[in-house]
């Protein structure tokens, strides 16, 4: 290639712009990411609702809602929406703040799904929703920056 030429890329093979199939597979964890956190933001506010106060419940809101932002980026960025590396950061930023605070969320399920029989069975479903959707969260992060790794 001559000094100072330009050389054209097709759409997909450079950076992080396009449709590749590294990032339809990163993009496989967002299905039941997005599934879960509708469930446990549907959880938490029946738990609300019934009158149950607990700190659980103060931390899977905004873990659930976060978890939905992340989603949403990370299918723009999967679907090849934007051409820049904007896209991908905005991905990987939202996915780890969900997972910051979901692991804050599943130390709390952790911590009462050992009291057992003294959890009310509305709790104990939200319990198991929300230590599933960080458990999704966590492959879906190392999936995603794995292909950040492979794309740069």
Avoid: Q
């Amino acid at each position: 290639m001559e000094t100072g030429a330009v050389e054209v890329v097709p759409r997909g093979r450079a950076g992080h712009g396009g449709l590749s199939p590294r990032k339809i597979y990163a993009a496989i964890p967002l299905i039941p990411i997005a599934i879960l956190s509708i469930i446990v933001v549907s959880l938490t506010g029946n738990s609300y609702e019934k009158g149950y106060d607990d700190l659980l419940l103060s931390y899977t809101a905004p873990a659930a809602t976060f978890a939905i932002a992340a989603v949403i980026a990370g299918l723009w960025y999967a679907l090849g929406k934007a051409e820049s590396g904007a896209s991908a950061g905005s991905a990987s930023a939202t996915a780890l703040a969900s997972w910051a605070l979901g692991i804050v969320a599943f130390g709390f399920a952790c911590k009462l799904a050992n009291y057992g029989d003294l959890v009310p069975g509305e709790l104990k479903a939200l319990l198991g929703m929300t230590i599933l959707l960080f458990l999704f969260e966590t492959l879906y992060v190392i999936l995603l920056h794995l292909v950040l790794v492979w794309t740069s």
